[in-house]
C-alpha cells in the first residue's frame, strides 16, 4: 500500500532564506506527482505536477523534482516570502485499478517570519 | 471565476440526522472527487466520478453515498451521521481522472453532535 511521508511537519524560517520541502512515498510505480499548497481554512491549489517520466518542474520560485528510483520529491521555494506561510502537501498517483486516486501525506506546516 | 463550489461551508448534526453536501464545478471538468480531511490522517478519498454517469469507491467509503447529478455537479450524502464523520469534507474535479491536476473547493466544516 502506498504512503507518502512528509518531513518536516512544521519549519519556520527568516524571510528571504532558500528552502526544501521533502516528500517521500513508498512504492515508485506512480503515475505523477503533485505538490498543492493549504491556507488555513481554505481548500488546495495545485502548484506543480511532475509526471513519472519527468525530473522537475518550475513555476516562477517554486521548482519540485522527483526521483522515483530513491522513491523521494523535494520543493524548493527561492527567496520565501510572508506569503509563502502555508501548510504544503505532497500527493502521489499511482498506477493500475486505483489511477487517478492521490494518495496524500500529511503536510508540512511552513512558517515565513518577516 | 467561481471554479469549484461547496455548499454549505459549515453544518452541525445531531448522531443519525442525514444530510446532502453539494458541490459545483463551472470549468467543463468530466472527473469530480469527494475527500475527507481529519487532524493526523491527511486527505482521503472518499468517492470519485470518473466521468458523467459513473461513481466509485475510494479508501473510506463506509457510511456514504454519492450521485453526479450532471457534468457539473456531485453530491455527498450521510444517509444517518455518526461522531466519527465529523471532518472537513473536499469536493474537487479534473479535466481527466489521472494526469491532470484537481482544483479544489473551499471545503464544507461538518461536526456531529
Known amino acids: 500500500k502506498q504512503e507518502v511521508t512528509q518531513i518536516p511537519a512544521a519549519l519556520s524560517v527568516p524571510e528571504g532564506e532558500n528552502l526544501v520541502l521533502n516528500c517521500s512515498f513508498t512504492d515508485s510505480a506512480i503515475y505523477n506527482l503533485q505538490w498543492f499548497r493549504q491556507d488555513p481554512g481554505k481548500g488546495l491549489t495545485s502548484l506543480l505536477l511532475i509526471q513519472s517520466s519527468q525530473r522537475e518542474q518550475t513555476s516562477g520560485r517554486l521548482n519540485a523534482s522527483l526521483d522515483k528510483s530513491s522513491g523521494r520529491s523535494t520543493l524548493y521555494i527561492a527567496a520565501s516570502q510572508p506569503g509563502d506561510s502555508a501548510t504544503y502537501l505532497c500527493?502521489?498517483?499511482?498506477?493500475?485499478?486505483?489511477?487517478?486516486?492521490?494518495?496524500f501525506g500529511k503536510g508540512t506546516k511552513l512558517s515565513v517570519k518577516p | 471565476n467561481a471554479g469549484v463550489t461547496q455548499t454549505p461551508k459549515f453544518q452541525v448534526l445531531k448522531t443519525g440526522q442525514s444530510m446532502t453536501l453539494q458541490c459545483a464545478q463551472d470549468?467543463?471538468?468530466?472527473?469530480m472527487y469527494w475527500y475527507r480531511q481529519d487532524p493526523g490522517m491527511g486527505l482521503r478519498l472518499i468517492y470519485y466520478s470518473a466521468s458523467e454517469g459513473t461513481t466509485d469507491k475510494g479508501e473510506v467509503p463506509n457510511g456514504y453515498n454519492v450521485s453526479r447529478l450532471n457534468k457539473r455537479e456531485f453530491s455527498l450524502r450521510l444517509e444517518s451521521a455518526a461522531p466519527s464523520q465529523t471532518s472537513v469534507y473536499f469536493c474537487a474535479s479534473s479535466f481527466y481522472k489521472g494526469n491532470q491536476p484537481q482544483h479544489f473547493g473551499d471545503g464544507t466544516r461538518l461536526s456531529i453532535l
Open positions: 500527493a502521489v498517483m499511482n498506477y493500475g485499478g486505483s489511477q487517478g486516486n492521490l494518495i
Open positions: 470549468m467543463n471538468h468530466n472527473s
